[in-house]
């Protein structure tokens, strides 16, 4: 099954102590991302990659770094993480960032930062 | 910049009846729009993708259109059920912002039975 997969799906952890949001698609696509939801603000897109070793900055970077060293994995690493990255965070992956290509989303990580 | 609108941000209506959500965008240089579903605290599950060359798209009860020079689309749903309760988000996918998703704020609908 053609699937995007985070984990964890709950985190809660103290301002701080450094964390790790794991993303996995199967469907070898090229283009991921990581965005927040907030209310209010809706989803904005964090970082995103166009392939392996390619990572650029989206509209709210601030706070977060990313790797790609597998086409497959995305993760996204907050390493002081602040309360005000308490957000529902996804992950999303497509073929490519051009023309036809659907969006596949994960399930979300729902963050708590105390 | 693009900016993409979602107009009602809430829409209750009673079983039955069919709808209509809108969905304007700013930059019409998109290469598509999707529409999502999103339940209360869950994913994101993709409704319909519509290609920038494309007038509309359906998959069973719904029906979602695009017009480019107007920078507007829609998402009929035909015979709403309780079960359509969800919020609805539309995202259109740019030539300019790398691939980035922009979303509106969302349409929450409820049906009641």
């Known amino acids: 099954e053609a699937q995007v997969t985070q984990n964890p799906r709950y985190l809660i952890t103290v301002t701080g102590k450094k964390l790790t949001v794991t993303c996995s698609q199967n469907m070898n696509h090229e283009y991921m991302s990581w965005y927040r939801q907030d209310p209010g603000l809706g989803l904005r897109q964090i970082y995103y990659s166009m392939n392996v070793e390619v990572t650029d900055k989206g509209d709210v970077p601030e706070g977060y770094k990313v790797s790609r060293k597998e086409k497959r994995n995305f993760p996204l690493i907050l390493e002081s993480p602040s309360p005000n990255q308490t957000s529902l965070y996804f992950c999303?992956?497509?073929?490519?960032?051009?023309?036809?290509?659907?969006?596949?989303f994960g399930q979300g990580t729902r963050l708590t930062v105390v | 910049k693009q900016e993409v609108t979602q107009i009602p941000a809430a829409l209750s209506v009673p079983e039955g009846e069919n709808l209509v959500l809108n969905c304007s965008f700013t930059d019409s240089a998109i290469y598509n729009l999707q529409w999502f579903r999103q339940d209360p605290g869950k994913g994101l599950t993709s409704l319909l993708l519509?290609?920038?060359?494309?007038r509309e798209q359906t998959s069973g009860r719904l029906n979602a259109s695009l017009d480019k020079s107007s920078g507007r689309s829609t998402l009929y749903i035909a015979a709403s059920q309780p079960g359509d309760s969800a919020t609805y988000l539309c995202?259109?996918?740019?030539?300019?912002?790398?691939?980035?998703?922009?979303f509106g704020q969302g349409t929450i609908l409820t049906v009641h039975p």
């Open positions: 999303a992956s497509s073929l490519s960032r051009t023309g036809g290509t659907e969006a596949f």
């Open positions: 995202a259109g996918r740019g030539g300019t912002s790398y691939g980035k998703l922009t």
């Open positions: 519509i290609q920038s060359s494309q």
